[in-house]
């Protein structure tokens, strides 16, 4: 029997290529190593010859693709002799946020929106023993405020405005092509304040030949916290796509949205952090953005859940549900891979998810009879 070393998280597993020294002191929860999964049923059910993965980052140790960035961001924080961290969120932040500072023994201000953040992640910011600020304001005005008190406490932000956060977060890319063995064709992703499709292309760039340039000059997204340790290890780099909820969706409006709305709790946000930056990335990569609605989003979840066993929390459904929607239109070519990020986990959103499922729940007596009835009145 040969023993595996233990995975003892993406900074370890990356520090070559991660802003960290020999003697720092990691914050890990073991975050990263997710699964990535070709999917087996909703390709044939397009009746279209692709190959679509999708990367499982709800089995993060918090159960969202956050965790990348806070390990870093939370050990950079330490290092830096920092007490206290303070972030905005839509939820999954905060549980990360609350989660690795509990970990650190640091203290963790979270600003949530009143009323708009799904139990689970509530659950976890007030669990890990986080100050949870709860605004009459939505996301967007607790950022505001998080960059304005930052001037005025000794707080560290922990938004992915926050440049360690990208870094980390670059990481699910690297896990990616060492899966693949190239990069995908497509890579789609739900957008909000396209922290992580910007995080994901600094990571395609940096293990990819195509990006001469910056492999080799300073990276333009990274402000200089990118370690170009190795070269090259793969020719290709994919197409960036990335895909807002109907309601909220300022990168297809062309301006930021006041009001955003959607049943995606997680990208309910009309002011993204990265503008600049996700444009950027369209551009360079050649992909695009667009939007998908709430009953778009909603049916992804159900089909990923009832068809191919998966299970992932709104906001992440979106990114399957353009990809089928392009695949559907010819946008993106039949012989193509895809991957799409599934972001958080479906137990983040317990409420959404029962209200829109369809399987009754049936209420019989504890007999064998009513059993052996139910069973045979139900099998497909
Ligand atoms: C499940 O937690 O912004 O485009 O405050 O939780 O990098 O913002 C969450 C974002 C996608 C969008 N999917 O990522 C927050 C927060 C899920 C998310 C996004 C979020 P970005």
């Given amino acids: 029997m040969t023993f595996r070393p233990r995975y003892t998280g993406l900074i370890d597993r990356y520090r070559d290529r991660l802003p960290v020294h020999d003697d720092t002191r990691i914050i890990s929860l073991g975050e990263g190593n997710t699964p990535l999964i070709r999917l087996h049923n ?10 679509i993965y999708v990367k499982y980052e709800g089995l993060n140790p918090t159960g969202s693709f956050k965790d990348r960035g806070m390990t870093m961001a939370v050990t950079k924080a330490v290092e830096a002799g920092s007490r206290a961290i303070i972030c905005a969120s839509t939820g999954n932040t905060s549980a990360a946020a609350a989660a690795y500072a509990a970990r650190a023994g640091i203290t963790a201000f979270v600003l949530i929106p009143d009323g708009k953040i799904a139990q689970g992640k509530l659950a976890q910011a007030m669990m890990h023993g986080s100050t949870v600020l709860q605004i009459q304001g939505n996301f967007d005005a607790g950022m505001k405020l998080v960059k304005e008190v930052a001037d005025h406490a000794p707080v560290t932000i922990v938004n992915s405005i926050n440049p360690f956060r990208l870094q980390g977060q670059k990481t699910a890319a690297f896990e990616i092509i060492e899966e693949l063995g190239r990069a995908p064709d497509y890579h789609c992703l739900p957008v909000g304040n396209a922290g992580n499709i910007t995080a994901h292309w600094i990571g395609y760039c940096e293990y990819s030949s195509a990006s001469g340039d910056h492999v080799t000059k300073a990276c333009a997204f990274c402000e200089g ?74 049916a992804a979840q159900k ?12 906001a992440s459904a979106t990114s399957l549900a353009g990809a089928m929607r392009d695949v559907k239109n010819g946008k993106i070519p039949e012989g193509s891979s895809i991957v799409c990020t599934l972001t958080g986990h479906g137990l983040k959103d317990p409420d959404t998810a029962i209200k829109q499922s369809s399987g009754p729940v049936l209420k019989i007596a504890a007999e064998l009879d009513e059993v052996k009835r139910a069973i045979l009145d139900n099998l497909a």
């Fill in 42 to 51: 909703i390709p044939s059910l397009l009746g279209k010859e692709v190959d």
């Fill in 225 to 298: 916290h990118c370690r170009f340790a190795g070269g090259a290890i793969v020719g290709n780099r994919p197409k960036m796509v990335g895909y807002q909820a109907a309601g909220s969706a300022p990168f297809i409006t062309g301006g930021m949205v006041d009001n955003p709305e959607t049943v995606a709790t997680a990208i309910r946000i009309g002011h993204p952090q990265s503008w600049d930056y996700a444009w950027q990335v369209q551009k360079e990569s050649g992909g695009w953005f667009d939007a998908c609605t709430d009953e778009e989003i909603l």
């Fill in 303 to 314: 089909l990923l859940a009832e068809k191919e066993g998966v299970f992932c929390e709104p």
